[in-house]
């Protein structure tokens, strides 16, 4: 009878430091200001962490990301391939008052350095540059577009249900949405491209440039993203904000061999952005 009894408690004893070891090791789901968020295992694709992920919102410049990925899409890319900055670019800029690479008309600059400009700075001019270069059409208008329909192409080929792009920067037209699930699932997509992963895990770069005489200048982009300075393993991916976006970002960090990748969507302010994706990717290497 003795016997038994210490078993019993033994047992008792096991499965209730089982328990309670449990209950230590549990992680709780981080409490964050931002009404829509996305976080998943970027090998797995396993979800970690969502809130309001399906529910449409505008983008911001985090619409870049599918500008970039539909360019490095294009059969035969030549990334060396030079374009000359238009006036139509920095008259767009001026006119939306929107971020800017600075780009310099009649300057000849890389595909790859737009490319760089387009996402560090988030540069709305090369943007438009990269639409112009990559759209077909007889005009203008046409190979803009025509590079947008591109966009939600390729949105579709994701399987994207609730994704929408009425421009090629996110200074849309009120057809310009997407959800966190979507612009993870883009931005991990994206991340597949080596050519993009060198760009978006860049602090700053100066790039050389042919001027319209021949001659050459040097510019200097810093990303808008400071994850990558204050948070460790962070690899991009693309900030984005604006009047009905607020503030937004589509986020990556490796640890390891584990790279946890999510997005934010309409946080009320930077610091509140910052604070969300940190508890996030915190949360998600947790898991």
Not at 19 to 43: E, K
Not at 54 to 83: F, Y
Not at 150 to 170: C, I, P, V, W, Y
Not at 177 to 183: E, Q
Request: proline fraction near 2%; include cysteine; glycine fraction near 10%.
């Amino acid at each position: 009878m003795r016997s038994a009894v210490t078993v019993s408690l033994t047992a008792s004893a096991v499965l209730a430091g089982g328990f309670f070891a449990g209950q230590a090791n549990a992680v709780t789901a981080p409490s964050i200001t931002a009404p829509g968020a996305f976080v998943m295992n970027n090998g797995t694709g396993t979800t970690l962490y969502g809130k309001a992920a399906d529910t449409r919102r505008s983008t911001g410049s985090t619409t870049k990301i599918m500008t970039a990925k539909v360019v490095l899409s294009q059969p035969n890319l030549n990334l060396d391939a030079k374009v000359t900055i238009q006036k139509a670019y920095s008259d767009y800029i001026v006119a939306n008052n929107a971020s800017s690479a600075r780009l310099i008309v009649g300057d000849k600059v890389t595909v790859r350095q737009l490319l760089y400009g387009l996402m560090l700075p988030s540069g709305c001019d090369a943007a438009y540059a990269l639409a112009d270069k990559f759209g077909t059409g007889t005009t203008r208008a046409a190979r803009v577009k025509s590079f947008i329909g591109k966009m939600n192409t390729e949105a579709q080929r994701l399987g994207l249900r609730n994704t929408h792009f009425d421009s090629f920067d996110g200074i849309g037209s009120g057809q310009n949405y997407s959800t966190p699930r979507d612009l993870t699932k883009i931005a991990s997509s994206a991340m597949k491209n080596s050519t993009f992963r060198a760009v978006v895990k860049t602090k700053s770069t100066s790039q050389k440039v042919t001027t319209k005489s021949g001659g050459y200048r040097y510019m200097s982009w810093t990303n808008t993203n400071k994850l990558l300075s204050t948070y460790s393993g962070a690899i991009g991916v693309k900030t984005g904000s604006g009047p009905q976006a607020k503030y937004c970002l589509v986020f990556a960090a490796t640890r390891g061999t584990k790279t946890v990748i999510g997005t934010v969507l309409a946080a009320p302010s930077e610091a509140n952005r910052a604070a969300d994706v940190k508890k996030l990717l915190d949360y998600g290497f947790a898991r």
